[in-house]
């Protein structure tokens, strides 16, 4: 069955560190990938999206993540976190020749330390 | 566009009452979705929908039911709530491949 695998369930961090969000999917055919973040108490919010091109993806708020396809993979980077982007980190994949739903990781959640 | 518009924001029941979320989206989107969230946790898929008169289950179907008679509209039916259900609700919905919208959830808690 298809599935996301995101590696760390919870990362603490202090200002100023570099992070990076590991995520990995089980589907060997095309795909569009997404990172969603979720701040405290508030919904889900689109933070990135890959569709095809340039694997290096930017997104809102300084951060970016790189498809590797031999990897399956999708990893959100950000070179130094602040303090508000504590929240939680979801990758989502959609299998483009299956019945395009969102299949969903567990989430990271991301404490930045002040 | 108002996005997806989810009503109420709050709501409290007692065991074995109804009850229905609405959800509303203004973007002409095929595919939208009911989520719940329980404290802590990721995402759970309830039930979804690819198109008007078309639902099927997700993961956590029971308890549950849905309807889509318009492109517009997704509501979510509780009939018998259980202290089980106390989540928070979020709508979504997309285009076909794209990412999906979220509505604002809907908190709902069952003494």
């Known amino acids: 069955a298809q599935s996301v695998s995101q590696h760390n369930h919870h990362v603490i961090l202090s200002e100023a560190a570099s992070l990076e969000l590991g995520c990995n999917y089980s589907?060997?055919?095309?795909?569009?990938l997404f990172w969603y973040v979720q701040y405290p108490g508030q919904h889900l919010q689109l933070l990135l999206k890959?569709?095809?091109?340039d694997p290096l993806v930017k997104g809102i708020k300084g951060f970016e993540a790189e498809f590797i396809k031999s990897k399956f993979s999708f990893n959100l980077r950000k070179p130094s976190v602040q303090w508000s982007d504590t929240a939680e980190y979801f990758c989502?994949?959609?299998?483009?020749?299956?019945?395009?739903?969102?299949?969903w990781g567990a989430g990271t959640k991301l404490i930045i330390k002040p | 566009n108002a996005g997806v518009t989810q009503t109420p924001k709050f709501r409290i029941l007692k065991i074995g009452q109804s009850m229905t979320l609405q959800c509303t989206q203004d973007?002409?989107?095929?595919?939208m979705y009911w989520y719940r969230q329980d404290p802590g946790m990721g995402l759970k898929l309830i039930y979804y929908?690819?198109?008007?008169?078309?639902?099927d289950k997700g993961e956590v179907p029971n308890g549950y039911n849905v309807s889509r008679s318009t492109t517009e509209d997704f509501p979510l039916r509780l009939e018998l709530a259980a202290p089980s259900q106390t989540s928070v609700y979020f709508c979504?919905?997309?285009?076909?491949?794209?990412?999906?919208?979220f509505g604002p959830g809907t908190r709902l808690t069952v003494l």
């Open positions: 979504a919905s997309h285009r076909q491949g794209a990412a999906q919208y």
């Open positions: 973007m002409n989107h095929n595919y």
């Open positions: 929908s690819v198109g008007a008169g078309i639902t």
């Open positions: 589907y060997g055919g095309t795909v569009n």
């Open positions: 890959y569709f095809s091109g």
């Open positions: 989502a994949v959609i299998p483009m020749d299956s019945n395009y739903q969102l299949i």
